[in-house]
């Protein structure tokens, strides 16, 4: 069964139509690779998956239940706060800026959702954290601020914190995209490593190389539709369609 499934998915801001009926599945412990030109609306369908946006028409189930609403006496009702919420925390997402808490220790930032919002005990969470920040590649550095941080370490601490929810999904958007070029390979190191240990991923990159070594299928998109979609073997390297080609010229 598919953990995401977005069935004829459309949203408009203003009279203008950014998503235009957008199909994709993604499969437990699958990684997809969201690729296209910038204004496609891959940030706007992955913050429509992470009730950031609500859609116009269509359909999106998370683990099958459907983004936005909730089954009540046999009939779907739009959410309440709270059941937004509780459907979010099951969802990481690692944006291109990593906006952690700047007075706030990289420890700090990983443990605080966990004490916080899921109410583990504080020795537990401050655990998890330091275990966290060690699989980032982080254990020296687990009582720095932010600010004494790179772009590349503090890119890793949002994700530790974004799986300190144990969340069963996790969407990335452009996570290497604001990050100087040597710092790049650090963060898809992490992000190979949680590909290999079975987290069901959506990434937003203009990293082929990752897309390549990692993803199950490659999702290419082009003015709010799928292009194509399939295994990287065929999307990267036989692409069908003229306008993928066009793409893949230009970022490869
Ligand atoms: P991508 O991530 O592929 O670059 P986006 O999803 O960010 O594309 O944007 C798709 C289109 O939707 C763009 O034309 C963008 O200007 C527009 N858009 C995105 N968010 C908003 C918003 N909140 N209000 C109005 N227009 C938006
Ligand atoms: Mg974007």
């Given at each position: 069964?598919?953990?995401?499934?977005?069935?004829?998915?459309?949203?408009?801001?203003?009279?203008?139509?950014?998503?235009?009926?957008?199909?994709?599945?993604?499969?437990?412990?699958?990684?997809?690779?969201?690729?296209?030109?910038?204004?496609?609306?891959?940030?706007?369908?992955?913050?429509?998956?992470?009730?950031?946006?609500?859609?116009?028409?269509?359909?999106?189930?998370?683990?099958?239940?459907?983004?936005?609403?909730?089954?009540?006496?046999?009939?779907?009702?739009?959410?309440?706060?709270?059941?937004?919420?509780?459907q979010r925390r099951d969802i990481g997402?690692?944006?291109?800026?990593?906006?952690?808490?700047?007075?706030?220790?990289?420890?700090?930032?990983?443990?605080?959702?966990?004490?916080?919002?899921?109410?583990?005990?504080?020795g537990t969470a401050f655990d998890e954290a330091r275990a966290l920040l060690a699989r980032v590649g982080l254990a020296d550095k687990v009582d720095a601020y932010p600010h004494q941080l790179s772009g590349g370490q503090q890119q890793r601490v949002a994700i530790a914190r974004a799986l300190a929810m144990k969340p069963k999904l996790m969407l990335f958007d452009e996570p290497t995209s604001a990050l100087d070029p040597e710092l790049v390979g650090e963060v898809l190191d992490v992000m190979v490593d949680l590909a290999r240990a079975g987290m069901t991923m959506v990434v937003v990159t203009h990293e082929i190389g990752f897309a390549r070594q990692v993803a199950d299928s490659v999702v290419f998109m082009v003015d709010g539709a799928?292009?194509?979609?399939?295994?990287?073997?065929?999307?990267?390297d036989n692409p069908r369609r003229q306008r993928t080609k066009q793409f893949l010229a230009k970022v490869l």
């Amino acid at each position: 069964m598919s953990l995401v499934s977005a069935v004829g998915v459309r949203k408009s801001f203003g009279g203008v139509e950014v998503l235009r009926g957008v199909d994709l599945e993604v499969a437990a412990g699958e990684v997809v690779c969201l690729l296209g030109p910038s204004g496609a609306g891959k940030s706007t369908f992955l913050r429509c998956v992470n009730h950031l946006e609500t859609i116009d028409a269509g359909r999106i189930r998370v683990d099958g239940t459907p983004v936005g609403f909730a089954e009540r006496g046999g009939r779907l009702h739009e959410l309440r706060e709270r059941e937004v919420a509780r459907q979010r925390r099951d969802i990481g997402m690692v944006f291109q800026r990593f906006n952690l808490f700047p007075h706030r220790t990289a420890l700090e930032n990983v443990a605080e959702g966990p004490a916080r919002v899921l109410r583990v005990p504080r020795g537990t969470a401050f655990d998890e954290a330091r275990a966290l920040l060690a699989r980032v590649g982080l254990a020296d550095k687990v009582d720095a601020y932010p600010h004494q941080l790179s772009g590349g370490q503090q890119q890793r601490v949002a994700i530790a914190r974004a799986l300190a929810m144990k969340p069963k999904l996790m969407l990335f958007d452009e996570p290497t995209s604001a990050l100087d070029p040597e710092l790049v390979g650090e963060v898809l190191d992490v992000m190979v490593d949680l590909a290999r240990a079975g987290m069901t991923m959506v990434v937003v990159t203009h990293e082929i190389g990752f897309a390549r070594q990692v993803a199950d299928s490659v999702v290419f998109m082009v003015d709010g539709a799928v292009v194509e979609a399939g295994p990287p073997a065929q999307v990267l390297d036989n692409p069908r369609r003229q306008r993928t080609k066009q793409f893949l010229a230009k970022v490869l």
